[in-house]
């Protein structure tokens, strides 16, 4: 019985925490999560393919980190991982914030942006929770978005020009 209920909690707190994270990733990095909501808003074709790109490369030294014997490496591999998968929840949050002003313009902007947002990261979640499907074609094809916006967002270069300086030319 006592394993059910951790079962249950952590899946409980698992539900909890993805949208903070989400929501966490907005309010410290809104621009790297803007970037990576226009880039997947506007090309999720590219983005898709860049997150396949950028799995492919990053799956090389886990792979690698992963089957070397010392325990050494093998920590270094799960600090890869969750280096990559922290960048792909970036990515998520760019997502979420998606799915948050779709969702707000639905419903005639009365949501405030951080109440979209946050039903976005749950829309999100709970569309990955969806049995079969959203198991085994969200959530892995949303991860490779979600890779490849933030790949974008993050490796892509300021604007050096003001808005002012744009917009007299």
Not at 38 to 53: A, C, M, N, Q, V
Not at 92 to 106: C, K, Q, S, T
Request: no cysteine.
């Amino acid at each position: 019985m006592a394993d059910m209920y951790a079962i249950f909690g952590s899946l409980i707190l698992i539900g909890i925490s993805y949208p903070a994270l989400l929501t966490a990733w907005w309010l410290l990095f809104p621009e790297k999560v803007e970037i990576a909501r226009i880039r997947i808003s506007e090309k999720p074709k590219k983005s898709f393919g860049l997150g396949i790109l950028a799995g492919a490369i990053a799956a090389i030294p886990t792979v690698i980190l992963f089957t070397l014997p010392t325990q050494f490496t093998q920590v270094l591999g799960w600090i890869w991982l969750v280096l990559v998968l922290g960048a792909a929840s970036l990515g998520a949050a760019g997502i979420a914030a998606e799915i948050g002003l779709r969702l707000n313009w639905r419903n005639d902007g009365n949501f405030q942006s951080l109440g979209a947002f946050i039903r976005g990261a749950g829309i999100l979640e709970l569309a990955s929770a969806f049995p079969i499907i959203g198991w085994l074609l969200f959530i892995p094809v949303g991860t490779l978005v979600a890779l490849g916006g933030a790949v974008h967002a993050i490796f892509k270069k300021k604007d050096k020009e003001g808005p002012t300086e744009t917009a007299a030319k």
